[in-house]
C-alpha cells in the first residue's frame, strides 16, 4: 500500500481528523425514488430509496461533493460511501450482485477527490478508509427471543461477505479499511479474518481501524461487552487504532475512551454523534457544542483520530479540526510496527 508510510508519519505528528456523516449530508439532497435509481436502475423491481450505497453509482457527484466537503473542512481521511456495502445488507434490496461494483466505485470516487485535495495541499496528504459496516444481522446473538439458540447469520457468511467487500474497497483504491459500528464483536472478527485473509492472498499490508460501538449508559456493546472487553477481543490483530463511534454523543463516550487508551498502544480513535437524538431521532448539538465537549478527549490525550457520526456536518468537523490543532497526539508506541 503506497500510502502506509506517509500515513503513518502523519498518525506521529498530528491529530488526524475523521470526516462527518454521510447519511445525514446525503438527506440534504432529497433524493427521490426516481434519483436513485437513476437511468439504469429505472425498471428494478423493488423500491431503492434509501440504499446510500446505490448512490455512488446513481449520483456519483453528489458522494464526490460530500467528499470535498469533509476535505476542505480540514478532514485528513474520509470513508467510502459502503457502510452497507455486504450481500447480507444488500439482500434487502435484491442487490446481492452489484456488490463489487458499490463497494469499487466507492472507493474510486474517494480515491479520485483525495487525491485532488493531496496535489493542491502537499503538507497534508488525504487518505481513503474503506468503510465496512456491521451489517443487519449479529452472529453471537439470536434475534427470536422464543429461541435463543437460533442465529440469522453464521461466522463463515460473514466471513465470504466481509471478504468480497474489503476486496472491492483495496481494489477502489482504498489506503485503510475501518471495520466501524461494531455491535457484536463476533461480526468484528470475522470481517477481520476476511481482511487478514485478503493481506495474505495478496501479500500487502494494510491498515486497519476497528471502531465498536456503545450502545447505552450500561457502557456496552449490544452483545454485551464492556469496553476492555471489546478491545482484549480484537487485539490479536495487528491495527492501526481502535475505538468508538454512533450511538453515544461526545461526552458519554469519554470513560470508554479512557478505558482503552490506558489498556493499548495503538492509536485511538473516536468519532461520536452531535449529541444524542431528539424526540424527532434529530441531533441537535452545535459545532462549537461539540467541539468544546471534545476538547476533554484532547485534554486527556486520549486520541489520535478525531471525527463525527450521526448528525455531524462539515462545520462540525471544521470546529473540530481548530480544536485539534492546538494539541499533540496522544503518544504511540505501536506506530513502528506498522508498514
Known amino acids: 500500500m503506497k500510502h502506509n508510510s506517509t500515513l503513518k ?7 488526524l481528523i475523521l470526516d462527518g456523516a454521510m447519511g445525514t449530508m446525503l438527506q440534504r439532497y432529497k433524493f427521490s425514488e426516481e434519483d436513485f435509481r437513476g437511468k439504469r436502475f429505472a425498471d428494478f423491481h423493488k ?26 473542512a ?24 452489484l456488490v463489487y461494483e458499490l463497494n469499487f466505485e ?3 470516487i474517494a480515491r479520485r477527490v483525495a487525491d485532488e485535495f493531496t496535489e493542491k495541499e502537499p503538507h497534508k496528504p488525504r487518505f481513503v478508509a474503506g468503510a465496512i459496516g456491521p451489517t443487519n444481522k449479529t452472529a453471537s446473538m439470536s434475534p427470536d427471543v422464543n429461541d435463543p439458540g437460533f442465529r440469522a447469520i453464521r461466522f ?44 495474505e492472498e495478496r501479500n ?20 454485551g461487552q464492556t469496553a ?44 461520536p454523534n452531535a449529541g444524542l437524538p431528539n424526540a424527532f431521532g434529530e441531533y441537535d448539538e452545535s459545532p462549537d457544542q461539540m467541539a468544546t465537549q471534545i476538547r476533554e478527549y484532547l485534554d486527556k490525550k486520549l486520541i489520535n483520530i478525531i471525527g463525527g457520526c450521526c448528525g455531524t456536518t462539515p462545520p462540525h468537523i471544521e470546529a473540530i479540526a481548530q480544536i485539534a490543532k492546538e494539541y499533540e497526539p496522544r503518544l504511540l508506541t505501536s506506530i513502528t510496527t506498522l508498514n
Open 9 to 15: 508519519r502523519a498518525l506521529q505528528d498530528r491529530i
Open 47 to 72: 423500491p431503492v430509496k434509501g440504499n446510500n450505497d446505490l448512490l455512488s453509482i446513481t449520483q456519483p457527484s453528489a458522494i464526490a461533493d460530500v467528499h470535498a466537503k469533509y476535505f476542505a
Open 74 to 97: 480540514g478532514a485528513d481521511i474520509v470513508e467510502t460511501n459502503t457502510f452497507s456495502g455486504t450481500t447480507i445488507a444488500m439482500a434487502d434490496y435484491d442487490m446481492e450482485d
Open 106 to 108: 466507492s472507493a474510486k
Open 156 to 199: 463463515d457468511e460473514l466471513r465470504i461477505a466481509y471478504k468480497q467487500q474489503a476486496e472491492a474497497l483495496l481494489d477502489g483504491g482504498a489506503d485503510l479499511l475501518l471495520v466501524e459500528t461494531i455491535f457484536d464483536t463476533l461480526n468484528a472478527k470475522a470481517a477481520l479474518f476476511a481482511i487478514e485473509e485478503v493481506k
Open 204 to 223: 500487502i499490508e494494510v491498515p486497519i481501524m476497528i471502531s465498536g460501538t456503545i450502545t447505552d449508559a450500561s457502557g456496552r456493546t449490544l452483545s
Open 228 to 271: 476492555e472487553a471489546f478491545l482484549i477481543s480484537i487485539s490479536h490483530i495487528p491495527l492501526l487504532s481502535v475505538g468508538f463511534n454512533c450511538a453515544l454523543g461526545a461526552k458519554q463516550l469519554t470513560p470508554h475512551l479512557e478505558a482503552i487508551a490506558a489498556r493499548t498502544d495503538v492509536a485511538i480513535s473516536a468519532y
